[in-house]
């Protein structure tokens, strides 16, 4: 860059800073800079669109074009070259504007005797906020070194934007974080529920972006970068045995030692941006280029950039984690995302969740589902739309979030949570009655569950027993593999939980790891097709050391009281019978050891694969009770993967062939006297429930708040009557019975 352009952006950014020093109201302060960069640039026209709407861009200010249009020339994402710049988030830089695609000139502002064209967007954090414009009569292109000093000033604009440093006089120039906003994500956990933003990583506010000198300016990043390496090191020092935090770490350290990284900052400090503004330029750079690359491991990396980038931000502006804001005592959590430790440390005191990404499957999920709070999860750009404080709804049903609502929506979200709340009074009202149908069917209900989190719904939730207690829970959310007197504890307390809570039975399943169940401190398979890899009862057969020493720890929890067991995954009589081998091997050390033995031990196994549901008779004889894992067995009856959204939903529960499958296992069942139940995540949903209990599955296991509307639907059902309306559809030729059963629930009324 010639020294000449060089001192040239400099001035240029003095000159906005003591414009923005200025006490000016902001329209007035805004058309300044306009006619600053103009002058600087030696361009005839410098113009600021800024969104209106998610769609639209508004002419704000304007130095050469006519004033008249100012407020009143928009236009929409993707229209004229203004609206390309907008929607790639690319410069556009030509000498012939009209002769490029795209090209519309707005006649009123009277633009027709411009040529050349260069536009760069205003981009806060990854995210468009505007797009700024210079133009001139003479044809000609823009160098890189103007391209390069536009774009600082539109940084620039940016944080003034964010900073509110144009709102004032008028009302066309809103402050941003003000307006109600509706953000659409995925159900992580139901639920409703109203509340103030708290964030989990509150954001650095950058405020003095212009500095005048470079030399200081360098030499504090200098010295904050090495504090910040200094500091990586010493958490890579103590974090020897946590394999992913490893990982994470190293690429920290990849990044703080990246000579690009820091020398694209220094370049932009000796162009006149002050340390911390360095830094956010290249986060913002970052953060719009995760938001294009599609490859999982690339955008974790880019993402550990974001955070080094955040921890710099940290030192150079003195503003730690704890910026001084109090929790409020509706805490609604916002975050990129989180790890279940971090969760669970909140605890019950968060009204709702809402993750920026995150999955169904994830371990936060599993910790948010145990603790029975609202999540909404992927929901788009929450971490830089929400302030600290911000009111806020979360409609854990529908995966969506009302942030600043306007009084409208809080009515109707006021009166959809009373309606949930009269709801839950009624569930409550018939907790302590056993679920009988109008025919007069007993079906017991009995709840999942695999926290210490989850313990008082057995109480509170009127579940007559755990029918699923998922053990690998306790292995997710660690960081490091339990020990074998950590698990006895564990066990003790469900245990004895379950045994206050009036002698309720529990059945624990051994360990379901692989698939999507990866525990963070185990080697990663690389496998083409975790769910149809090596998982669950496969693994512990095959390495059984970690299957034995949960084994141990179960019967030493039990202290001689009766303890069920199942196997997860079981997809032959073989694999059954060696994991019941473990178990009596296991009993038989525990007896030569000392140890009190379970006076009765059940052990059980799930139906995950179709091709145990065809096992031999003999099988369903030996095994005392068999559980069909829905989710699973779902997934590969119609080979459609559960953890993929595209294909997730495409086959319906209440599909025939599913219903008739499910029968056939019913049947055998009954044959053999085989106490069969049903624990996937169907047992929870009312309607598929009583289609499940009309068949025959009279045991049904399920998440703890599902009970009280599924028992509830149940006693208004009679179970016979819609038998015969599921055959009627079956025989009609009907795909799914769904359409047949709403139709009949509804004449039932
Ligand atoms: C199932 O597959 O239905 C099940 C209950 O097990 P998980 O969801 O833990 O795989
Ligand atoms: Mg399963």
């Known amino acids: 860059m010639p020294d000449g352009t060089e001192s040239e952006s400099r001035k240029l950014l003095g000159r906005l800073r003591d414009t923005m020093a200025e006490d000016a109201a902001g329209q007035a302060r805004l058309d300044k800079i306009m006619h600053l960069t103009a002058d600087s640039m030696g361009s005839e026209v410098c113009s600021i669109y800024l969104f209106r709407d998610e769609d639209t861009l508004e002419l ?44 519309r000139y707005m006649p009123e502002t009277g633009e027709e005797i411009y040529s050349s064209f260069l536009g760069v967007p205003i981009q806060r954090l ?44 008028t009302a066309a120039l809103s402050a941003r974080h003000t307006q109600p906003t509706m953000l659409r994500g995925g159900t992580g956990q139901e639920g409703t529920t109203e509340g103030h933003v708290w964030l989990h990583e509150p954001r650095v506010m950058v405020t003095n ?63 006149g941006l002050s340390a911390e503004a360095a830094v956010e330029k290249e986060q913002s750079a970052a953060r719009a280029r995760m938001s294009q690359v599609a490859d999982n491991y690339l955008r974790e990396r880019l993402h550990d950039l974001d955070d080094l980038s955040n921890r710099l931000l940290r030192i150079l502006t003195g503003q730690g984690k704890d910026t001084g804001a109090s929790m409020p005592a509706d805490p609604i959590l916002v975050a990129r995302n989180i790890g279940p430790g971090e969760l669970l440390d909140y605890g019950r005191q968060l009204r709702g969740i809402v993750l920026e990404e995150g999955s169904v499957g994830s371990h936060a999920a599993v910790v948010a589902r145990a603790l029975a709070i609202p999540l909404v999860i992927n929901a788009p750009r929450i971490t830089t739309e929400a302030l600290n404080g911000d009111h806020i709804m979360v409609d854990g049903d529908q995966g969506v979030v009302h942030l600043r609502p306007d009084d409208t929506v809080v009515t109707a979200f006021r009166d959809k949570i009373a309606m949930q709340a009269e709801a839950q009074e009624r569930y409550a009202s018939i907790r302590q009655k056993p679920a ?41 959310v660690r960081n ?49 097709n975790p769910a149809l890899g090596w998982r669950a009862i496969r693994v512990g057969l095959d390495r059984p050391g970690v299957m034995r020493m ?58 995950e694969t179709p091709s145990l549901a065809y096992a031999s008779n003999k099988f369903f004889e030996e095994v005392e009770f068999v559980s069909i894992g829905g989710n699973d067995l779902k997934q590969f009856f119609f080979a459609a993967d559960r953890e993929n959204e595209r294909v997730r939903r495409r086959y319906d529960t209440l599909n025939v062939s599913f219903l008739t499958f499910l029968e056939q296992i019913v049947q055998r069942c009954s044959a ?20 499940l209990a009309a068949i025959g599955l009279h045991r049904l296991s399920m998440r703890p708040a599902s009970i009280g509307p599924v028992k509830s639907l149940i006693m208004r059902t009679d179970l016979d009557a819609l038998y015969d309306v599921i055959c009627d559809a ?20």
Request: glycine share 8%.
């Open 672 to 691: 053999t006297g085989t106490p069969l139940s049903f624990c996937g995540e169907d047992a929870g949903r009312p309607i598929e429930a009583i289609c």
């Open 126 to 169: 990854g995210e468009t906020l505007g797009v700024l414009v210079v133009q001139t009569k003479q044809k000609r292109e823009f160098t890189s070194d103007e391209v390069y000093a536009l774009e600082v000033v539109a940084m620039v604009l940016a944080e003034m934007t964010e900073l509110g440093a144009f709102v004032g006089d």
């Open 550 to 607: 949960q084994l141990q720890a179960l019967l030493r929890a039990s202290e001689g009281r009766p303890l069920t067991l199942m196997f997860p995954f079981v997809a032959q009589w073989e694999e059954f019978r060696a994991a019941r081998a473990e178990v009596d091997k296991a009993i038989a050390t525990e007896r030569k050891l000392g140890h009190v033995v379970p006076e009765k031990i059940s052990v059980g196994t799930m139906l």
């Open 209 to 271: 972006l212009v500095a005048d000198d470079p030399e200081r300016e360098l030499e504090r990043l200098a010295t904050a970068i090495e504090q910040l390496r200094v500091s990586v090191d010493e958490l890579l020092a103590g974090a020897v045995e946590d394999a992913e935090q490893l990982e994470v770490l190293e690429a920290y350290r990849m990044f703080a030692n990246s000579k690009g990284w820091r020398r694209r900052m220094e370049e932009d400090i000796s162009r």
């Open 730 to 749: 079956r025989e009609r030729g009907e795909q799914s019975v769904r359409g047949a059963v709403m139709e009949y629930m509804r004449w039932q009324g």
């Open 436 to 476: 009988v149908s109008l025919c007069g069917k007993r079906i017991s209900l009995y709840m999942n569950a695999g926290l210490l989190a989850d313990l008082p719904s057995l109480e509170n939730s009127g579940a007559e027993g755990v029918g699923l207690f998922r053990t690998e829970l306790q292995f997710l």
């Open 60 to 103: 704000c200010a304007t130095e050469g074009l006519k004033k008249e249009a100012v407020h009143q020339t928009r236009m929409r994402m993707g229209e004229g070259l203004v609206g390309r710049v907008a929607r790639s988030g690319k410069v556009v830089n030509t000498a012939d504007a009209p002769s490029e695609r795209g090209f």
């Open 480 to 528: 490091k593999m339990p020990s074998r007197t950590e698990l006895v504890a564990v066990y003790k307390r469900v245990i004895e939980a379950a045994e206050a809570a009036g002698g309720k039975p529990v059945i624990f399943r051994t360990l379901d790891i692989g698939s999507d169940k990866v525990l963070p401190y185990m080697k990663p398979t690389d496998e083409p």
